[in-house]
């Protein structure tokens, strides 16, 4: 597969500020939600079927299947699942062939465990993204599905595809959509004059406050029922559907690169759950270890959670149970460990009730509108650099070249990476971003765009490697050209070594200056949003 590696934003697509602010007055969201709430209510059910999204990949505790089984189950109809497969919306993400390969083979194991339960999963393929409405529509006219059930999908793409299907099938097909992909719903959590909350710390402590009130709401829901072999007889033809293939532009380089990605982060719902019971059995070392890249203390779940393979309900009900069957994750209520993996988790679902308040965040533009007038650089040989690990800045270098290697890095080096990127070369963020989106298997859009939102803060490398990395053994790790480096040395080789020692190295000298760069940043992004009015 030969990657795409550079982005102008036009490219990308993006609205104006001024149109931005309009979407952000008129939420897809409520207009969704109304629009469903405008259904006539269909009495005579015929069939019942959940559409799975590539965030809800699990039969245990999804909340849209949960309900759909429900209601086949009391009116003694058949239950079908079906998923729709579009290669251009895929590639219109920019989802990773990690990603990609990560889906598909969950999708095959969640089709034998529904097989199990007599209940096809249905593999609706559409071309185009123009095709997916009438994909899905002529889907549930043929079958005779009378109520289809879900769950919310945040993006505004996505919010009006969902708009889309509801004005296409009218009063003949009952649409149900359920908020699943957090414990508190997105949106609920809001400031004293009734808006979304968008700080942190703020949100943090009501969400804490909201789930020690009412436990239940990490409470799972149980896998569907049955089908009865009757039922299933009638859908006969719809098991055995074939499965989805990955797109050219998805495919790895190499059968090593897909054996080394899968052997690395095995798909489905009890790979991922066991990989949980491995992280609760070390969550006491993880507030003191969680930014160190090279202890490798963190949980790795972000690509369970990210595609659903495993809810984040029952992660955290794993995390009660460690903490003596308690909800209280503050810090009176649990110990370091405990309240620092769950406030992560807290981040998570603050990006979507971002994501879901603030739409224009999915649209290739800043929460803060007033970087969009920022003027970026044109350094295509520090973008090069920059991806494939060589920009003679050891931290970065070693980010970079653990996320070709795993599809996935390590947090500290996410905000690393990005703010070199951005703030030191002054290239676009949006292109980094891409890249993210592009190789990440765990990539998300709302984490994706919240940790790259450009902000005033540059990082300063060296003594961040100096912090978090002490010993300097990641950094040798994934920098083979410094394993033989001694010392301190191994944080900024080029300004530590002797020029002769340097150059025994084999490895290239800073491509910028970082406090140079660092001032070109702050006063470029000063002079340009000085009288920026989105």
């Given amino acids: 597969m030969s990657k795409r590696t550079s982005y102008q934003r ?5 609205p104006s500020t001024k149109r931005a602010k309009q979407i952000d007055d008129d939420l897809p969201f409520d207009n969704l939600v109304k629009l469903l709430g405008q259904q006539e209510e269909i009495k005579a059910i015929s069939r019942v079927a959940h559409w799975f999204r590539p965030k809800d990949l699990r039969i245990h505790d999804n909340t849209g299947l949960h309900h759909a089984s429900n209601l086949a189950q009391s009116s003694k109809k058949p239950l079908v699942c079906f998923y729709l497969h579009c290669p251009a919306e895929e590639s219109w993400h920019g989802t990773s062939p990690a990603r990609m390969d990560f889906i598909i083979e969950a999708l095959k194991l969640m ?9 096809p999963l249905v593999f609706l393929h559409s071309e185009e993204r123009a095709e997916r409405i009438p994909t899905v529509a002529k889907f549930l006219k043929d079958n005779h599905i009378s109520h289809v059930f879900a769950n919310f999908e945040y993006e505004i793409n996505e ?11 009218g009063n003949h097909v009952q649409f149900s959509v359920y908020h699943d992909q957090t414990v508190v719903e997105p949106g609920s959590i809001r400031t004293g004059n009734d808006k979304p909350i968008k700080v942190f710390t703020p949100y943090h402590r009501a969400w804490l406050n909201i789930v020690n009130k009412d436990p239940s709401l990490l ?3 149980p896998p569907p029922t049955n089908n009865t072999l009757s039922g299933a007889s009638e859908l006969k033809q719809l098991f055995n559907s074939k499965q989805p293939n990955v797109a050219k532009d998805k495919q790895f380089a190499s059968n090593e690169d897909m054996k080394r990605i899968r052997n690395l982060w095995p798909p489905g719902h009890s790979a991922g759950m066991k990989r949980m019971d491995s992280f609760i059995a070390q969550i006491d070392n993880y507030a003191a270890t969680r930014s160190s890249p090279a202890a490798n203390s963190t949980s790795r779940m972000s690509a369970y959670f990210s595609t659903g393979m495993v809810s984040v309900r029952e992660a ?3 995390v009660r149970k460690y903490n003596e069957g308690s909800s209280d994750f503050s810090q009176g209520g649990s110990n370091n460990g405990v309240y620092g993996w769950v406030r992560e988790i807290v981040f998570r679902e603050l990006y979507r009730q971002t994501l879901m308040t603030t739409p224009h965040t999915a649209m ?3 929460q803060n509108l007033r970087f969009d007038f920022v003027t970026w650089e044109d350094d295509e040989e520090g973008w090069e650099k920059w991806y ?3 920009t003679g800045e050891p931290f970065i270098d070693a980010g970079m070249r653990q996320l070709k290697t795993e599809a996935y890095m390590h947090n500290r080096l996410r905000m690393n990476v990005s703010s070199y990127l951005y703030c030191n070369l002054l290239l676009d963020y949006c292109r980094g971003e891409r890249y993210f989106a592009e190789t990440l298997i765990d990539w998300d859009l709302s984490n994706n765009t919240q940790g790259w939102e450009p902000s005033f803060t540059v990082f300063n490398l060296v003594s961040q490697a100096e912090k978090n990395d002490p010993e300097g053994d990641y950094i040798r790790k994934w920098v083979p050209e410094l394993r033989g480096v001694k010392g301190k040395a191994v944080f900024a080789p080029y300004e530590r070594l002797s020029k002769k020692e340097f150059e025994k190295l084999g490895y290239p000298k800073p491509h910028v200056d970082w406090k140079k760069t660092k001032h070109r940043a702050v006063e470029r992004f000063k002079i340009d949003m000085r009288d920026a009015t989105p």
């Fill in 219 to 221: 409470d799972p829901h």
């Fill in 364 to 366: 290739n533009l800043p």
């Fill in 316 to 318: 955290l009900c794993k």
């Fill in 388 to 390: 494939k690990g060589t």
């Fill in 159 to 169: 919010l009006r595809r969902d708009i889309g299907l509801v004005e296409k099938v």
């Fill in 10 to 14: 036009s490219e990308l697509g993006h």
């Fill in 111 to 119: 089709a034998e465990e529904l097989k199990e339960l007599n209940i």
